[in-house]
């Protein structure tokens, strides 16, 4: 009986101790952190969204559409999945079936001597040499290999300024004015020394519609 008895204590307070830390760590914790996150940096909390002009939706509620966020990539296509002229390009994508799916975030998982995978970066760079008029040595890494998310918004600046003269002509506008215009959206390493300098699509596309407005 005395066994029965311990037996059924040291479940009432297992159960106890469970609730009482589920309500602590599973919803106590969850909301202070879901409100200090909203109180100090409620765009980046909400998925670092843009609006058409390039700037923050507001959070949860309010401020205009958004059409992208900043920290997914996405592609600047037409519905047969051609290249805008327009506009610049991004890199390749693996994540889902068209590319830049945030559900299905990864890479392709071939390794570098995969025949499909050479087949796929040959393409590419004569795709992409041809659209730009340059030579297939002229096109850099990032324009034809996927990042390992399949979600990278930048592109390398040696990309970005690859397509200057396309989107130019396209647009009608001074290629300096576009080169310029890239120039100015380069992202510097983190700290100045992590990482490698990038620029973000979405925004210098963003900023190339402002600058025809």
Do not use: C
């Amino acid at each position: 009986m005395s066994n029965l008895r311990g037996t059924v204590r040291l479940t009432g307070v297992a159960v106890r101790a469970m609730l009482v830390l589920t309500l602590l760590l599973g919803v106590g914790y969850t909301l202070a952190i879901t409100g200090v996150g909203q109180l100090a940096l409620p765009w980046q909390s909400n998925g670092s969204l843009v609006d058409a002009k390039g700037g923050s939706t507001g959070g949860w509620a309010g401020g205009d559409a958004p059409v992208g966020s900043a920290l997914i990539g996405q592609s600047f296509t037409d519905a047969k999945g051609e290249a805008l002229p327009q506009y610049f390009q991004t890199r390749p994508s693996a994540a889902g079936k068209n590319g830049y799916d945030p559900t299905a975030s990864g890479g392709s998982n071939l390794g570098p001597n995969n025949p499909d995978l050479v087949k796929a970066i040959a393409e590419r760079r004569t795709q992409i040499a041809a659209r730009e008029h340059v030579a297939e040595s002229a096109v850099p890494a990032d324009a034809v290999t996927a990042s390992a998310s399949g979600l990278d918004p930048q592109i390398s600046p040696a990309y970005a300024l690859l397509q200057v003269a396309r989107v130019a002509e396209a647009r009608g506008l001074d290629a300096d004015a576009v080169r310029t215009l890239v120039e100015s959206r380069i992202q510097t390493r983190d700290a100045g020394f992590l990482g490698e300098e990038r620029v973000n699509v979405l925004a210098l596309n963003q900023a190339l519609d402002a600058l025809q407005r």
